[in-house]
């Protein structure tokens, strides 16, 4: 029997991979998470070893997708989106310290960890869809990263036409052209008046809409798509493993802001890798940090900080974990959400908190903290940090982990996305890869829009009118 997906709420049908992943979110508001989780034994765990990335990938994904791809096609999609990447291990582990080490996630074609799965997801939308003679219209919120990996997947694609909402002016410089300089007519950047939990709400709130769903067939490419998670799996299993699991435990430190990578982290632990803790970091915008430590999930206003896309308050993928740590009690996450949506809180029993408490710690880091961590470790290793994976760094520091058990921080960004922040803490100002130099005099495309929901559709819907009178 094919895996199916059901939604954290429980009120939405239960769907099959394709569907799932071109539903983006389930039709009662909730998110999709496989029915069961699938197990990979620890021979296969251990059969990773020195194995290329995509045939790893291709083993992780292949039972969350069942009979929904061939698997010769999916094999084929994997091998390319790997191979847009610019290091040959696609996601290599550099040492900085004795059992301590840096997973790089940015060597993909935007220098940040969400074409890992981007260039997969984009793939395998394409593929759903043109099985089923469809188009979509993407719609997505981004803190300045997802939504340069997005457009950079999806431009030029003719099944999709994609919508990125971002916070007006609370993005770097080169997250910001990295949006607005494809000249792509299927691609548009839209700076709203708000920050990234508006941007995030506003597209929530489309998907909710239902009859401007149906109408414009709205996918999402958010973490909200089961299959974006799915393919952040992957790389906790390659660099564990490259450490010596599943003979030895592994200790993950995740820079969170929307709760996805590090999800995928704990995804990867229920399939069968021995992960040890796994650590939230959080910069100052530090809800996810204060509800570990007291139970209570209370949104704040959003700080500004040197780590842009971690501005988050409002993380989605804490629903899936809410759904699973609570024994998958749908009702407790109908009503957790209710009580989020009508006093910005929520509190989490005493068994649920226990048993995500089993699995993960987490800490903040503020902006002195990130600061001296860039320019400490450049003195000290050479290595230059950008200040999302300088947050994991300065938690890591301090998150009481077992010295012997080997610590992996993810490094979720190259630090030339950020060169102000960086220069400032290191006196080093890094330089954009060579394929992305022209992106900083190129022109720019972008749309400003009110954080309004009407305008928005209305705003979509006529875009995406024009481009699909243009393409049919
Ligand atoms: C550079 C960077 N680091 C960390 C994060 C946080 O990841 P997540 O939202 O999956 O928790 C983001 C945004 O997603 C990011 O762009
Ligand atoms: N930090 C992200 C925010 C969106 O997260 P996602 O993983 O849900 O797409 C960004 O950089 O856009």
Redesign the pocket.
């Known amino acids: 029997m094919p895996l199916a997906y059901v939604s954290t709420r429980g009120e939405a049908p239960a769907l099959g991979f394709a569907d799932a992943m071109l539903a983006g979110l389930a039709r009662d508001g909730g998110l999709y998470v496989p029915e069961a989780w699938p197990r990979l034994s620890e021979e296969t765990i251990a059969g990773f070893a020195g194995r290329p990335y995509a045939e790893v990938a291709e083993a992780v994904v292949a039972p969350y997708v069942g009979d929904a791809i061939a698997p010769e096609k999916l094999r084929e999609m994997i091998r390319e989106a790997y191979a847009s990447f610019r290091h040959p291990a696609v996601a290599p582990l550099v040492q900085t310290a004795p059992n301590r080490f840096i997973l790089e996630l940015f060597h993909g074609p935007t220098i940040?960890?969400?074409d890992v799965a981007m260039q997969l997801l984009a793939r395998l939308m394409d593929h759903a869809l043109a099985e089923r003679g469809q188009r979509t219209t993407i719609i997505g919120a981004t803190?300045?990263?997802?939504g340069g990996a997005a457009i950079e997947a999806f431009r030029g694609r003719a099944r999709a036409d994609v919508f990125i909402l971002m916070p007006h002016g609370k993005v770097s410089d080169v997250q910001r052209r990295q949006m607005t300089t494809a000249p792509d007519d299927n691609v548009h950047a839209i700076a709203v008046d708000g920050s990234f939990d508006d941007c995030q709400a506003l597209v929530k709130a489309a998907f909710n809409h239902h009859a401007f769903r149906d109408r414009m067939s709205l996918g999402g490419v958010n973490?909200i798509n089961w299959a974006r998670v799915l393919a952040q799996a992957v790389y906790y299993f390659t660099a564990a493993v490259a450490l010596g699991a599943p003979r030895r435990a592994v200790d993950f430190v995740v820079?969170?802001?929307?709760?996805?990578?590090?999800f995928a982290g704990y995804v990867a632990k229920k399939m069968g890798l021995p992960i040890g803790r796994l650590v939230v970091a959080t910069n100052v915008n530090d809800i996810l940090a204060r509800t570990l430590e007291t139970g209570r999930y209370e949104v704040r206003g959003v700080t500004p900080t040197t780590s842009p896309?971690?501005d988050?308050q409002v993380?989605s993928n804490f629903e899936r974990l809410l759904f699973d740590a609570s024994g998958r009690d749908a009702a407790a996450v109908r009503r957790a959400m209710a009580s989020l949506g009508q006093s910005g809180a929520f509190a989490l029993d005493e068994a649920t908190l226990a048993a995500i408490r089993a699995d993960f710690d987490a800490g903040r880091a503020d902006e002195e903290e990130v600061a001296e961590t860039i320019g400490r470790t450049y003195r000290e290793t050479g290595y230059l940090l950008?200040p999302?994976t300088a947050v994991g760094c300065a938690v890591a520091g301090k998150a009481g982990l077992d010295p012997a058990t080997p610590t992996v921080v993810l490094a979720?960004?190259h630090p030339a996305k950020f060169p102000d922040a960086v220069e400032a803490a290191s006196g080093i100002r890094p330089e954009l890869p060579a394929h992305l130099s022209e992106i900083m005099t190129a022109p720019e495309r972008i749309n400003q829009l009110p954080n309004d929901l009407g305008e928005l559709e209305a705003f979509v819907e006529k875009r995406a009118r024009i481009a699909r009178d243009a393409a049919a």
């Open positions: 940040a960890f969400k803190s300045g990263d997802t973490s820079p969170t802001g929307n709760f996805g990578d590090v896309s971690m988050i993380s950008d999302h979720t960004a």
